[in-house]
């Protein structure tokens, strides 16, 4: 059985890099969608980007200058940069998996909140 | 790209069915059977209920059906349990390699 969990800082400074890490156990990273999910508050879900297979990525618009992901297959982890965050970054962040382009997501990892503030 | 519509809100009494509706445009929702709902309870990480508007992946309840009608897709939560009182989120494709959500309905069971 495939689980993710999330990790890293739960606060970051405005202006500073948001880093997490996605560890998966249980499965391969190969041939999947690793994707990252957020969830601010009060607000709905943003889709940010994937990585597939450790080569390809496409992120959401409203994020794309901001945002990397990467992977690590020796580690069996997934990476999110975000930089230059403000408070409107402020959200849980999860990492999940779609099998295809347009897939449905899961599993997801529990998420992890990320705080910016000074 | 904007959120795809969810009510905020809805509510049934245990026995009932209720459905959540979510509307898009014909660049995600209306273009593609890609769309999919999950369920998710306070604290947890999102499970998926449907996928591509109509399917059940494995273990899903045949309580909860979807449906999709132009630009609007809908779930259906047939005899209402306590256990369903959660925060259900639409998602679908939009092209070009990206994913829309919803934002989010909350169920409440009476």
């Known amino acids: 059985q495939v689980q993710l969990q999330e990790s890293g800082p739960g606060l970051v400074k405005p202006s500073e890099t948001l880093s997490l890490t996605c560890t998966v156990s249980g499965g391969s990273l190969r041939s999947y969608y690793w994707s990252w999910v957020r969830q601010p508050p009060q607000r709905a879900m943003e889709w940010i980007g994937y990585?597939?297979?450790?080569?390809?990525?496409n992120y959401n618009p409203s994020l794309k200058s901001r945002a990397s992901i990467s992977i690590d297959t020796s580690k069996n982890q997934v990476s999110l940069k975000l930089t230059s965050v403000t408070a409107a970054d402020t959200a849980v962040y999860y990492c999940?998996?779609?099998?295809?382009?347009?897939?449905?997501?899961?599993?997801w990892g529990q998420g992890t909140l990320v705080t910016v503030s000074s | 790209q904007s959120a795809l519509t969810q009510p905020a809100s809805v509510s049934g009494s245990p026995g009932q069915s209720i459905t959540i509706s979510c509307t898009g445009t014909s660049s995600d929702v209306g273009n593609y059977n890609l769309v999919s709902w999950y369920q998710q309870h306070p604290g947890k990480a999102p499970k998926v209920l449907i996928s591509e508007v109509t399917k059940r992946p494995s273990g899903v309840s045949n309580r909860f059906s979807g449906s999709k009608f132009g630009n609007t897709a809908s779930l259906t939560i047939s005899g209402l349990q306590a256990e369903d009182e959660a925060d259900y989120y639409c998602?679908?494709?939009?092209?070009?390699?990206?994913?829309?959500f919803g934002g989010g309905t909350n169920l409440t069971v009476l």
């Open positions: 999940a998996r779609a099998m295809t382009t347009g897939g449905w997501f899961g599993p």
């Open positions: 998602c679908s494709y939009a092209g070009s390699a990206t994913w829309l």
């Open positions: 990585s597939f297979d450790g080569g390809s990525t």
